[in-house]
């Protein structure tokens, strides 16, 4: 599990306008948490802090209970983090990429060969894992990236637009993992656009918008609260998001 601690961050300090302000949720173990916004509302920078890539400027970041602020190693070893830019380390073949992630994360070589197997297999690189990654495309690139998340075996998985790029069936394959994982009793955090997706699988959602969090709960919750009967979850998102869905990135 893992929880924000009103959190905020100014790229412009003097600017009024805050990129994430005082953002507070709690994602449990079992948990399939959607992240909601339009772009430019704060989701990429909301999860780039609490992956420690970026600093906050107020509030903390408690992965099972380990703060990314005060105890950053212990921290990163209870998630894995799936950025929305496949991009890494090109002129490594894809089996030396995924042995130097197994490296760091100490998996030991009976489980990293069993891990990386089992999900080649599954996203379909078995193949390919001998070819260096600058041949791979954006979709290739993507799939890696989440086999070399998954052979650590994170209690917290946390994904940036993870569908984007992926083709029918693999992003069919990352749902199913989701589920998998949910069941297991750990943490399955997004971001989406695909409002679909997060009607479909998640049973927690979170709305963002103009940095600061708009909407938190079940979607029964939010239907009860913001919708009508019958409703979709894209139809109540429009709503309470407005205009601001025509704006810039994340």
């Known amino acids: 599990m893992f929880e924000i601690q009103k959190v905020s961050k100014n790229y412009n300090k003097g600017s009024g306008q ?3 302000d005082s953002l507070s949720l709690t994602v449990n173990d079992g948990d399939i948490f959607g992240f909601l916004g339009p772009n430019g509302a704060g989701k990429t920078t909301a999860i780039k ?11 903390d970041l408690l992965l099972d209970g380990f703060s990314i602020i005060k105890e950053p190693i212990e921290a990163k070893r209870t998630f894995a983090f799936v950025p929305d830019n496949p991009e890494t380390f090109s002129r490594l073949k894809a089996i030396e990429y995924l042995n130097f992630i197994a490296d760091v994360y100490k998996v030991s070589k009976e489980e990293r060969i069993r891990q990386i197997d089992f999900y080649c297999s599954r996203f379909g690189l078995k193949e390919v894992l001998s070819n260096k990654i600058s041949s791979f495309s954006h979709g290739m690139k993507q799939k890696l ?3 070399a998340s998954l052979i650590t075996n994170p209690k917290n998985w946390i994904l940036d ?4 790029g992926l083709d029918p069936e693999a992003a069919f394959t990352v749902k199913e993992i989701m589920r998998e994982r949910a069941s297991a009793g750990k943490t399955v955090f997004f971001s989406t656009h695909v409002m679909e997706v997060a009607e479909k699988l998640c049973n927690k959602i979170g ?4 940095g600061k969090l708009i909407f938190t709960g ?8 913001h919708g009508e009967s019958g409703e979709s979850l894209e139809n109540i998102f429009l709503k309470l998001v407005g ?3 025509f704006g810039g990135a994340d």
Do not use: R, W, Y
Request: charged share 20%.
């Open 243 to 245: 205009s601001s869905v």
């Open 161 to 164: 637009e993870p569908m984007v």
């Open 18 to 20: 805050k990129a994430v």
């Open 49 to 59: 802090m609490l992956t420690g890539i970026l600093a906050p400027d107020e509030g």
């Open 145 to 147: 990236f989440l086999i």
């Open 207 to 210: 709305i963002i918008n103009q």
């Open 218 to 225: 079940s979607l029964e919750e939010l239907k009860s609260q």
